[in-house]
């Protein structure tokens, strides 16, 4: 397929490209976290990819998990979860939670463990940030389960931390891509959000004007 792009209005010139099929199992690069659940009264860690921010206040943030996996029960039946936020020099750890069932792995010692006000939602020491969730709902897709839950606690080592902000450089999260099945780690500064854009509304502002003459 040939598509064009380009915007006249902001004087960009039209140019047309080739388009390609990929696949549809594709999507950017996202977060890898680390979801922890009490699981029969034992504490459990799950790797996950597919986890984003959903609402804003109150703030709440939503998971994505296979049907056939061990964590949910936990998240189900506590009501509670953590999200942990690896660095990436907890790859190794962290794959092995992604790899390995807690239905019949143990995996309640491959961290330190603390707790915030939830008391079943285990957060991960060793993670540079940890958020505590109350699960507000679930939604059944057909071989997943999204997980929605609020953040009722958010926590960060002070190495991470700098002028009272989040240092992402410091926080060093983990990527991951599919269908390649690969991590990655933070790249570079690109801009600012909500900002970079504004050049192009005064340059449209400013076409509109010469047009209007």
Request: glycine share 10%; with cysteine.
């Amino acid at each position: 397929m040939v598509f064009c792009s380009g915007d006249p209005l902001c004087g960009n010139e039209v140019t047309c490209m080739e388009k390609q099929q990929i696949g549809n199992n594709f999507f950017i690069p996202m977060p890898v976290v680390i979801v922890g659940t009490q699981v029969n009264g034992k504490d459990n860690f799950m790797a996950v990819g597919w986890c984003a921010r959903v609402n804003g206040n109150p703030p709440m943030i939503a998971c994505g998990i296979a049907n056939n996996h061990h964590t949910p029960q936990g998240m189900s039946t506590s009501k509670t979860f953590s999200v942990n936020i690896p660095s990436s020099d907890l790859l190794e750890k962290t794959d092995y939670c992604g790899i390995v069932s807690g239905e019949n792995t143990d995996k309640s010692k491959v961290f330190r463990v603390f707790y915030g006000s939830l008391k079943t939602a285990p957060m991960i020491e060793e993670c540079p940030i940890t958020l505590e969730c109350r699960l507000v709902q679930t939604v059944a897709l057909p071989t997943h389960g999204l997980y929605i839950g609020e953040i009722v606690g958010a926590y960060a080592d002070g190495s991470v931390i700098t002028d009272g902000k989040p240092d992402f450089p410091m926080i060093d999260p983990l990527f991951l891509t599919m269908p390649d099945n690969r991590y990655w780690t933070l790249g570079k500064y690109a801009g600012d959000a909500w900002s970079a854009g504004k050049k192009l509304i005064e340059q449209s502002q400013n076409n509109t004007q010469k047009g209007q003459k």
